[in-house]
């Protein structure tokens, strides 16, 4: 909440680089970023050793021995063509050459690289691939066989029992037991009954114990379901919007904003709606709405309206501005890290939508909250709200923090060229602006925290242990044959449904859960429109209710709060809140508005790009 400046900035460090800002939690938490950071550059060799999943890489050889280009010319669909291939590997053994272009994998055909990356990682060590390529115009089948080491053979039978067989009767018990847990957990969240991160770390702890129990799920499995780059992703992009925050430059934004804004409403609901869009597209939407709700909040205390409407309209921004890009929100880290999707492909197919869809919001929200005339309180504004000031060691850490996140941008535009992990990249800007940007390093670790990094392992966890009981599969066959084939129909029948589960399961859990069930589809519309129609359903869901998005809960508290200090001025009652079906009075118009408008685009996507 704003007092009379904008808020009392935290202690800043005598030195850029002492001992005097370290702990036990401080040094935890560098400890995780480090592992972190080893984890981003070989992780993914380690697991592929572990589980013998040969993978499909885009710019070097994978475990097959063979390097698989995507060629696409114009706007033609994207062909799979052979480059450089290992001697002696199992890619020069079944007869792959150089130039080869692959159609088909185990008899289904290729659309996407998603496609073919599931179907050959689904393949355990000795399994035999059936490759359907192209060569000098004509058909060829090659049986590529697996690497079966024996070294490897004993590994994964002594350390996991995810890849175990199964008999129909005991995987339809696993499957049950594995679905009960997670219908318990989820309806736990929806509540809210307990802090979210106990309740699935404790479900982690249950599912884990099943699947050893029930020999199908071990810690190794459990492990490696950790989605590592995702939450490094989280890690770095949460500590520089921190540091920006800790260093005043949203205070300084939101004060520019008020006195900009002064005394009419909707001027007041357009600036703080765009301005929360654009803090999101970087900025972690929980650290934007904590800056933009209490100024809010307190313009309404001086000119006397109701507030709600437009801290609902800020939510929705910032759920807006976060699927803009890839690291506005955590559904699009997610996917990002998993698929391999790049920072300008985002930017290129989701922005666009995105402030189409802003559009759509600020004129439904002129027409719902109806008349904006109210009497000119400038002077007041200009009285009541001061002029944040800046010490000389927050002017050096607002420089640094803006130096490392251009840099941070820079990188993640070029890091598909340059075959540059974008986790990596925000760690490092995240790691070198905890060290250098002169806050103290325990009010950073304590504003980054680790209850979401808790939470997003425990939902890995469980959700691993429900891939691993063969339900998403099932899942997955079901949404194909809904479909008929049609790979418009299936993106919308994903993003719908996306939607409504996000309404009430928030967007997290409902990407993380959705994101194997994707991978499992057998058919893939070409230009990763299948992730842009989860992105798109995700974020309708996320703004039809209060709990559907975490800044929700969060700008219902702030309101509590504010509305016990001037019940008497603004006629509100003590304990007044954001009540769930207040939000969803505009968070439900909104998502079918939402959703027709990302139908259409989705269907012309998938029909006519």
């Not at 929360?276 to 597209?281: A, G």
């Not at 691993?464 to 899942?475: D, I, N, P």
């Not at 508290?557 to 969803?584: H, P, Y």
Request: with cysteine; aromatic share 12%; net charge positive.
């Amino acid at each position: 909440m704003l007092t009379k400046t904008m808020r009392a900035r935290p202690y800043m460090a005598s030195a850029a680089v002492g001992l005097e800002g370290f702990n036990l939690k401080v040094i935890l938490f560098l400890c995780v970023i480090c592992f972190l950071l080893f984890w981003s550059f070989w992780g993914k060799d380690i697991e592929n050793r572990l589980y013998g999943e040969p993978s499909l890489e885009l710019h070097g050889p994978g475990n097959m021995g063979a390097e698989i280009i995507v060629w696409q010319p114009g706007a033609s669909p994207p062909a799979f063509i052979v480059g450089h291939i290992e001697p002696s590997s199992p890619a020069e053994r079944a007869g792959l050459k150089p130039g080869d272009q692959i159609v088909g994998l185990d008899g289904r055909l290729i659309s996407s690289l998603e496609t073919a990356r599931h179907i050959i990682n689904s393949k355990g060590i000795g399994a035999t691939l059936k490759m359907t390529v192209i060569r000098h115009g004509r058909k060829k089948v090659l049986l590529v066989r697996m690497n079966d080491s024996l070294l490897d053979k004993k590994i994964l039978k002594s350390m996991t029992l995810k890849k175990h067989a199964l008999s129909l009767p005991k995987q339809v018990l696993v499957t049950l037991v594995f679905l009960k847990i997670a219908i318990l957990m989820f309806i736990l969240i929806y509540k809210n009954i307990l802090n979210r991160a106990l309740i699935v770390l404790s479900f982690a702890g249950i599912v884990l114990f099943m699947g050893i129990f029930l020999r199908t799920y071990g810690p190794v499995d459990a492990f490696f379901a950790i989605k590592f780059d995702t939450i490094s992703l989280l890690l770095g992009m949460g500590i520089i919007s921190v540091v920006l925050d800790e260093a005043g430059f949203f205070d300084y934004v939101a004060y520019r904003i008020s006195l900009f804004a002064g005394a009419s409403m909707l001027r007041i609901l357009v600036l703080f709606c765009l301005c929360t869009y654009f803090f999101s597209l970087i900025v972690n939407n929980l650290g934007t709405i904590l800056v933009m709700v209490p100024m809010t909040l307190r313009l309404s205390a001086i000119l006397g309206f109701d507030p709600k409407p437009f801290i609902i309209g800020e939510i929705i921004s910032s759920n807006l501005g976060g699927a803009s890009t890839m690291v506005g929100d955590f559904p699009n880290m997610l996917i990002a890290s998993e698929t391999g999707i790049g920072f300008n492909e985002f930017v290129i197919f989701m922005m666009p939508i995105c402030l189409i869809l802003l559009g759509v919001l600020l004129i439904f929200l002129k027409l719902k909250i109806g008349a904006f005339a109210v009497p000119d309180k400038q002077h007041a504004i200009q009285s009541q709200i001061r002029r944040p000031t800046f010490t000389y060691r927050e002017r050096k850490a607002l420089r640094r923090a803006a130096f490392v996140s251009c840099h941070v941008i820079f990188l993640f535009i070029i890091s598909e060229k340059i075959s540059l992990n974008p986790a990596t990249v925000a760690l490092f800007g995240g790691l070198s602006l905890f060290t250098f940007c002169g806050i103290d390093r325990r009010t950073l670790v304590n504003r980054v925290g680790f209850k979401d990094i808790l939470f997003f392992t425990g939902l890995f966890i469980v959700v691993g242990g429900l891939e691993a009981s063969g339900l998403l599969q099932h899942v997955s066959k079901c949404i194909m044959a809904l479909s008929s084939g049609k790979s418009w129909l299936l993106c919308l029948i994903l993003m719908w449904s996306a939607a409504f589960l996000t309404a009430f399961l928030n967007a997290g859990p409902t990407t993380t859960l959705f994101l194997p069930v994707v991978l499992g589809f057998g058919l893939m519309p070409p230009h990763h429109i299948i992730w842009w129609a989860l992105s798109l359903g995700v974020l309708a869901g996320s703004s039809a209710t209060i709990v559907g998005a975490t800044a929700g809960p969060v700008s219902a508290t702030l309101v509590e709060n504010f509305s016990l200090r001037n019940r008497n001025r603004l006629n509100l009652s003590a304990g007044d809140t954001i009540t769930f079906e207040q939000f969803a009075e505009i968070g439900i118009p909104v998502m079918f508005l939402f959703l027709s408008v990302s139908s259409v685009y989705v269907s012309y996507l998938c029909l006519f790009f």
